[in-house]
């Protein structure tokens, strides 16, 4: 499909196609290329299509019309490649949002845990991981008073 310049819809370019004066037909600019492929069309046919001034080379408009079929693959490739990327990168988005769900669960399941080992002091609500043991303490500091005494001497 081809916009002409002064049309705001989009219609088929029109080609007239002549050989040796006389004129073969008008084709839409795909078929064009499709007749002087299976040889109907030759490369010493002329053409026109509304907007030219003269008649031209068959082999010109053929060339003008391969370079425009290679820039619109080319814009169509460049676009599936944006595509690409932008799903690539959604899915990547997706799969991080998903990691950190995971990290924050497992933080909070481990945070949950600690909690549970851990006491605060009714007076002075100092946090700690487990209650003393007022014996264990006696017994230790004696038994180091002792070790201490022993080292003096």
Same mark, same amino acid.
């Given at each position: 499909?081809?916009?002409?310049?002064?049309?705001?819809?989009? =219609?088929?370019?029109?080609?007239?196609?002549?050989?040796?004066?006389?004129?073969?037909?008008?084709?839409?600019?795909? @078929?064009?290329?499709?007749?002087?492929?299976?040889?109907?069309?030759? $490369?010493?046919?002329?053409?026109?299509? $509304?907007?030219?001034?003269?008649?031209?080379?068959?082999?010109?408009?053929?060339? &003008?019309?391969?370079?425009?079929?290679? &820039?619109?693959?080319?814009?169509? @490739?460049?676009? $599936? $490649?944006? @595509?690409? &990327?932008?799903?690539?990168?959604? =899915?990547? &988005?997706?799969?991080?949002?998903?990691?950190?769900?995971?990290?924050?669960?497992?933080?909070?399941?481990?945070?949950?845990?600690?909690?549970?080992?851990?006491?605060?002091?009714?007076?002075?609500?100092?946090?700690?991981? @487990?209650?003393?043991?007022?014996?264990?303490?006696?017994?230790?500091?004696?038994?180091?008073?002792?070790?201490?005494?022993?080292?003096?001497?």
């Amino acid at each position: 499909m081809r916009v002409h310049c002064n049309s705001t819809i989009s =219609e088929p370019l029109l080609v007239r196609v002549s050989r040796d004066g006389k004129e073969l037909g008008t084709y839409p600019a795909e @078929e064009v290329v499709r007749l002087r492929i299976d040889g109907t069309l030759k $490369e010493t046919d002329f053409y026109w299509h $509304e907007g030219m001034t003269e008649w031209a080379p068959l082999t010109q408009f053929l060339a &003008a019309e391969a370079r425009r079929q290679a &820039a619109e693959k080319a814009l169509k @490739e460049k676009q $599936e $490649e944006t @595509e690409r &990327a932008e799903r690539l990168a959604a =899915e990547k &988005a997706k799969a991080k949002e998903q990691d950190d769900r995971a990290v924050a669960e497992a933080v909070r399941v481990r945070m949950g845990k600690e909690k549970e080992k851990h006491f605060r002091c009714n007076c002075c609500w100092f946090s700690f991981k @487990e209650p003393k043991d007022p014996a264990k303490d006696f017994s230790s500091g004696i038994w180091g008073l002792i070790a201490s005494a022993l080292l003096m001497l």
